[in-house]
């Protein structure tokens, strides 16, 4: 019964993880600017628990953690390089 | 080998090493299709103003011989030596997923020939040069449906690869024989390893960019034409899969160099244990240097110094193996076989382009260089010179081995000295050239630089083409040479150059099975065969040679290919074709599936057979693991573009839907709440199995089944209300990406509906559940990246 | 030759100190690979080295030093080379404030090159500028100092603004501008100097513009008998 309970607690996380979201998206006044980071914070906690707890598998967290610190190496410049280069400051203006 | 029809052999085949030659052969035929081509547009430039093509015919010309040589030339051609030796060298009596590799092989092929069909498509194929930049690559500037073809195929060819990625980097680390530590193998194989893994890191990246301009050329979407997207998106896309693709086909070359190098002069290797790091530092520093290619894009210049410090770095380590190569010669015995002078080759024309790469990592200097000839003369060098120059000496190299005869040295020695001075003679005055823009059709006697010998001007392009035409005709000396010599030339032995990879140690060619004596053991001292009764009772005395044939055809992989390349040809040109390639598929899909149920390469492929069945599923698990990564670089990239549109989006005065504005976040959430449900139905699928509870394992199968379904009825649901509320997929930015965001996660909730099928007839069938356990547990591996990428579709979409 | 502009000139001190970088580094590497390449091919009847790879077999070689050493020697070469390469990017990147500039727009399109002129004045396929003026200093007004900025952009797909005498470039996007700038030092007509850098479909090898550089009052008079 232990996986089961397992699961089942990783599963009410992510429902609990869900309603907050809707609560911030509808009314998310108090958090101002951080709205939009908070939801992506929780979102980021769901994926994580998905991650480690349903998709552990036969070779459990520790490689795979290892192949997804990789994973997130190569693909994390790509995002800050878009951000840079769109907030940054440049010669001309856009139209 | 066995006594098959050939036919059978040759189109069934699961073998690696006939695999091998397959992609051998298929990736020459490409070689001399891209050859003739650039032969062409060579001939076009070789004098000023001249009418050999016209314009639309040169840019088809240029586009297509780029695409065809770095897709479907240089990486098959390693791949076939890859097929080929790799499990050798490893120990191994095949890849971990025999079927697959078949399937790879055709899938490649008929993504080629889709490809090349693209010049029939009316209206010509894809002439946007191989960057294929936006927004001409858009229907607006390029209506040409060819030019959606050559996408199509470029995604099938996608596919294959990441398929090849799983099967290698599977095999690479589970099937090595005894005493074969990782850093024993071959530079070959250590090449291969981080060619891999660059594909299945940077492939996505390009497969997202073509989602996105598939999308738009064919649905309607707007991401290049809308200026929240456009040529940006596509220029940062597209270089960061670019970049390290210039890796992707450098690397099998350089490596097998290496391998050379140490063979022929008799001297172990100089620093090996530092060339592996330098490599595995320089694979992940070439994802940090792709905006080299954006210099002049007028984006933010500290970025843009930042990347020309990372250029700058990555030659460090290129450098070491550069010097760590020469050192190897040091005190040796060098025996300047043909394999050797191009291994000297490669290494002596990579330098130059190495250095040339120095010129090119300097922000202010590529002002000049930018859209000129300097850059394809660097390109050139360091591809065609290091990489392409490494792999014809390995198909020396491994002539012998492959064939059981020995090629003609002496025209071997021939074909060198006038690839090499072919190869200059085209390349290097494209330096000269550093004011000539690229990929012009035509040029007037201004743009004309060269040089005076008496009173006769020798223009630089004219020379280039000369070098072009010698250069393609060396290549004739090595066809001819290893025709002949693979029918008549004189017998070799297992071992004509003194190597260190296993694949010295077999027969030429090898026999089946690879190792007639037994499973290979290495040791401080060499290799000892020991010999191992197999699981499927093969032959003690054959050992690890033996097995049935049965595990070595299968009709499935040819006809899979067969269904997607009609399928998309049909998605283009014609909807019964369309039909009928999607039938041939699920016809394959299933006989695929019935054909594994039934037991066939169940066998496990490592010698010590006790472990099944948990051997193949651990296999399987891993394999099931390298995909998931690729599908994270997928995704994230996808997800890259969100945030540039998003970003964007603020700076050109779009503004993007607010939370609850155009989607039902109540709706969403619903969804949400079905789809991980699913999850949860899921890992209790795995628990009743493990528990050997069979009425709860079909019950959860059943209910995740449904609840898949739901999901994407209420997906559809949701897409019609929006569709009839005025939101379409070509309304704006935040329409387009929500459109392809939830589409591509859609399609694979679908494809995971259908493996689900699969499960369940398995789970029905399974003689034992726990005996399902193992499928279960890797299917809900796949299902839980299904709802974990959703978990940030959803906020993304919905709540931001 | 002589100097057409700033930009040209310290282009070609920064291009051949990469040069004389190139040449130093290529050429000991190569000298030191043949001269091993001469000095220990196989000489017939000497045995074969003692760790002579076999089937399975290769010995631990190598001295990991070198990895240390090589990356100190290329990290001080590439500090050197690329402080030089920044200098002369902040040159190119940043026009001088000047009042007296002359500011052009330049769109690119399918095939040509248009040139806006402050007063509306439109020329295409030539570019006509004033030479460098050193009396018209920021001070002094009512003159042409010399100083072009070009905004450029482009009406419909990607192309690339080169002016390669000038060692002048800069992409065109649509809806971006980018801005670029130069100063001439030398009154002349430049037939077919600019050019397009980027594949932008059959009439890319048709972008050409001519470059005229006229005394400063022979330009005020051309800009001022128009639109």
Not at chain 2, 334 to 341: E, H, K, N
Not at chain 2, 739 to 763: E, I, P, R, S
Request: with cysteine; aromatic share 16%; glycine share 10%.
């Amino acid at each position: 019964m232990i996986d089961e309970m397992k699961y089942a607690a990783v599963y009410g996380i992510l429902m609990l993880g869900l309603i907050v979201e809707l609560l911030i998206a509808v009314d998310g006044s108090i958090l101002g600017a951080f709205a939009g980071a908070a939801i992506l914070a929780i979102a980021s906690l769901q994926a994580f628990f998905i991650f480690l707890v349903y998709m552990h598998g036969r070779y459990g967290p520790r490689p795979v953690a290892v192949f997804a610190a990789i994973s997130l190496l190569t693909v994390v410049p790509l995002f800050i390089a878009l951000l840079y280069s769109v907030v940054m400051p440049h010669h001309g203006s856009l139209p | 080998m066995v006594d098959w029809h050939p036919l059978k052999r040759w189109l069934f085949t699961t073998n690696h090493k006939d695999i091998g030659i397959l992609y051998l052969l298929t990736s020459l035929y490409f070689f001399v299709a891209a050859g003739l081509l650039a032969l062409t547009f060579r001939t076009q430039l070789a004098i000023p103003s001249n009418t050999f093509l016209q314009p639309d015919e040169y840019n088809q010309a240029v586009t297509t011989h780029g695409l065809l040589m770095l897709l479907w030339v240089l990486t098959p051609l390693g791949a076939a030596f890859a097929n080929y030796f790799v499990p050798i060298q490893i120990g191994a009596r095949d890849m971990a997923f025999p079927r697959l590799n078949a399937l790879s092989y055709w899938v490649y092929l008929a993504s080629g020939l889709l490809a090349l069909s693209s010049f029939l498509a009316g209206g010509g194929t894809a002439d946007w040069g191989w960057t294929t930049y936006a927004p001409l690559n858009t229907v607006e500037f390029s209506p040409a449906v060819g030019g959606s073809m050559m996408g199509l195929a470029l995604m099938l060819l996608m596919a294959s690869s990441i398929v090849s990625t799983v099967n290698f980097l599977v095999t690479i680390f589970r099937l090595r024989a005894p005493g074969m530590s990782l850093m024993k193998l071959p530079l070959f194989t250590w090449a291969w390893i981080f060619t891999s893994l660059l594909m299945l890191w940077a492939f996505p990246s390009f497969v997202s960019a073509l989602t996105l301009l598939i999308s738009d050329r064919t649905f309607g979407t707007v991401f290049f034409t809308s200026t929240q997207g456009g040529p940006l998106l596509w220029d940062h896309m597209f270089w960061f899969f670019g970049h390290p693709e210039v890796y992707v086909l450098l690397l099998p070359g350089f490596g097998i160099t290496g391998d050379l190098l140490s063979t022929f002069s008799r001297r172990p290797l100089y620093a090996k244990k530092i060339i592996i790091p330098c490599l595995a530092i320089a694979s992940i520093l070439s994802f940090t240097v792709w905006a080299h290619h954006m210099f002049m894009t007028g984006i933010s210049q500290s970025l843009l110094e930042a990347f020309n410090v990372t250029t700058e770095l990555i030659s460090i380590p290129f450098a070491i193996i550069v010097i760590a190569y020469i050192f190897t010669l040091r005190g040796g015995s060098i025996r300047f076989a043909t394999p050797m002078l191009f291994a000297v080759g490669s290494l002596g024309l990579f330098i130059i382009g190495g250095i040339t790469g120095v010129f090119n990592s300097s922000v202010a200097l590529d002002t000049a260089f930018r859209g000129t000839f300097w850059v394809v003369g660097h390109f050139h060098y360091t591809i065609v010179g290091g990489g392409l120059t490494g792999l014809f000496g390995g198909l020396y190299y491994w002539f012998p081995k492959i064939t059981g005869r020995m090629y003609s040295e002496r025209l071997g020695k021939i074909h060198f000295v006038v690839y090499i001075i072919g190869f200059n003679l085209l390349y290097f005055p494209m330096h000269l050239l550093y004011d000539m823009p690229r990929r012009i059709f035509t040029y007037d006697s201004s743009l004309n630089a060269g040089f005076y010998i008496g009173s006769l001007f020798v223009g630089y392009n004219f020379l280039i083409t000369i070098g072009a035409f010698t250069f393609g005709i060396s290549q004739l000396i090595m066809f001819a040479n290893l025709l002949w010599s693979a029918r008549r030339g004189p017998a070799a032995n297992k071992d004509p150059w003194g190597g260190y990879s296993l694949e010295w140690g077999v027969p030429s060619p090898p026999p089946e099975f690879n190792f007639p004596e037994g499973v290979p053991v290495i040791s401080a001292t060499g290799v000892t065969y020991r010999p191992v009764a197999m699981a499927d009772g093969g032959h003690a005395d054959a050992g690890y040679g033996a097995g049935s044939h049965e595990e070595h055809w299968s009709h499935w992989p040819i006809v899979v290919a067969a269904g997607s390349g009609i399928a998309l040809w049909g998605l283009l040109m014609s909807l019964p074709a369309l039909l009928l390639g999607t039938g041939i598929l699920a016809v394959a899909f299933i006989g695929w599936g019935r054909e594994t149920l039934r037991g066939r390469f169940s066998e496990p492929i490592e010698a010590v057979g006790e472990k099944w069945p948990f051997a193949r599923l651990e296999n399987v698990s891993l394999g099931m693991w390298v995909f998931i990564f690729g599908e994270i670089a997928f995704f994230g990239t996808l997800f890259g573009a969100y945030v540039f549109l998003r970003m964007n989006s603020l700076l050109t005065g779009f503004v993007w839907p607010r939370p609850g504005e155009v989607h039902n976040i109540f709706f969403g959430g619903f969804n949400t709440i079905v789809l991980l449900t699913s999850g949860l139905t899921m890992v209790f699928a795995l628990t009743f199995a493990r528990r050997g509870s069979y009425r709860g394992l079909q019950g959860s199968l059943v209910a995740t089944f449904a609840l898949g379904a739901f999901f994407m009825v209420n997906k559809a649901f949701e897409w019609r209300e929006l569709f009839a509320g005025g939101f379409t997929f070509s309304t704006n930015t935040a329409s387009s990406i929500y459109y392809v965001l939830t589409g591509v996660h859609g399609a694979h909730v679908v494809a995971g509906l259908t493996a689900l099928v699969y499960l369940m007839v398995k789970a029905l069938k399974a003689s034992s559940t726990t005996q399902a356990a193992g499928a279960v547990e890797i299917f809900g591996i796949y299902w839980g990246m299904v709802d974990a990428v959703w978990v940030f579709l959803f906020p993304l979409l919905y709540l931001l | 030759m002589p100097a057409l502009a700033p930009s040209a000139e310290q282009w070609q001190s920064l291009f051949t100190l990469y040069i004389i970088a190139a040449v130093i580094v290529g050429g000991a590497v190569f000298v030191m690979f043949f001269y091993f390449l001469a000095k220990y091919r196989r000489k017939p009847g000497t045995a074969e080295p003692k760790d002579a790879p076999r089937v399975g077999v290769m010995e631990d070689r190598g001295n990991p030093a070198l990895a240390a050493i090589l990356t100190a020697l290329l990290v001080s070469l590439f500090f050197g080379l690329t402080l030089n390469t920044f200098a002369l990017n902040a040159f190119l990147q940043n026009p001088p404030n000047d009042p007296n500039a002359l500011y052009v727009d330049v769109i690119g399109f399918q095939w040509g090159w248009r040139f806006v002129y402050p007063n509306a004045r439109e020329l295409v396929g030539e570019l006509r500028v004033p030479v460098l003026n050193s009396t018209c200093t920021p001070a002094v007004r009512g003159c042409w100092s010399g100083t072009v900025v070009l905004n450029i952009t482009s009406a419909d797909v990607f192309h690339s603004f080169g002016i390669a005498l000038l060692k002048i470039k800069r992409d065109a996007i649509p809806g971006r501008i980018n801005q670029a700038w130069f100063v001439a030092e030398k009154v002349d007509i430049y037939p077919e100097a600019i050019r397009c850098y980027e594949l932008c479909g059959t009439g890319h090898a048709l972008m050409i513009a001519d470059l005229l550089v006229l005394s400063a009052d022979n330009f005020h008079d051309w800009y001022l008998t128009g639109p």
